[in-house]
């Protein structure tokens, strides 16, 4: 069977590659092909015997899992995709991804710097499926003349959540027109899952059959 790997590129795993080998890639989001492929032209340098086609990017992570599924049905579907890991789901319950657990064994993840909690992310029901290799995290924006005006330190005010919003609080009280915080939860559930996944609320439960964060730390990070 095809086998099609999800964001495993960036790995520096060695292709059992024979005279050689051509790799259709295929990724998400045209502004992102420069970068993309500069790392595809490093990955050849450092494999001779491997050639990468790539193929138009999809313009989201939603179009490529529906260009895959097409093109799997007469087998067109690319070696390798770089999306979204939080559709990993649905490319393994469609079967449109094998894992790749074997090429894995006897290998230094951790040196390579895949930690056991990074490593998590692209495994389905115990199987690695995916390697995360872009990380995207929240950032704070702070207005530091307003965080002096209301007697904090703009440089401590964002290390701890207690003490960024009793800051945000004392800023709204400064003037009618001022908001002292303001939490954007964008066009997805990204911001929320945030919320949860870093005050150890997960999102089901171990046996993925009812809400993980139905609990203390749930209600915790919502608040």
């Not at 599924?69 to 770089?82: E, Y």
């Not at 389905?124 to 207005?143: D, E, K």
């Not at 002096?148 to 960024?164: E, I, N, T, Y």
Request: with cysteine; aromatic share 8%.
């Amino acid at each position: 069977m095809r086998r099609l790997l999800m964001a495993a590129l960036a790995c520096t795993l060695p292709l059992a590659a024979h005279a050689q080998t051509t790799l259709e890639g295929y990724h998400t989001y045209p502004a992102h092909k420069p970068w993309q492929e500069e790392i595809g032209k490093r990955f050849v340098a450092a494999h001779p015997d491997v050639v990468i086609n790539w193929r138009a990017p999809a313009q989201s992570y939603d179009d490529g899992l529906l260009a895959i599924a097409r093109q799997s049905i007469t087998g067109q579907q690319p070696d390798f995709h770089l999306g979204g890991m939080q559709l990993l789901r649905e490319f393994v319950s469609r079967k449109l991804i094998q894992p790749f657990d074997d090429l894995l064994v006897g290998k230094d993840m951790a040196a390579l710097g895949y930690s056991k909690e990074i490593l998590a992310q692209g495994q389905v029901g115990g199987h690695q499926y995916a390697l995360p290799w872009g990380v995207s995290t929240p950032v704070v924006f702070v207005n530091t003349d307003l965080v002096r005006q209301a007697g904090f330190d703009p440089d401590h005010v964002a290390d701890k959540w207690d003490s960024l919003i009793t800051a945000a609080g004392k800023i709204s009280k400064l003037s009618p027109d001022t908001i002292g915080m303001h939490w954007e939860l964008g066009t997805d559930d990204w911001m929320t899952q945030n919320l949860l996944l870093n005050n150890a609320a997960p999102l089901l439960s171990p046996d993925e059959t009812d809400v993980g964060f139905d609990n203390a730390k749930g209600l915790e990070a919502l608040t």
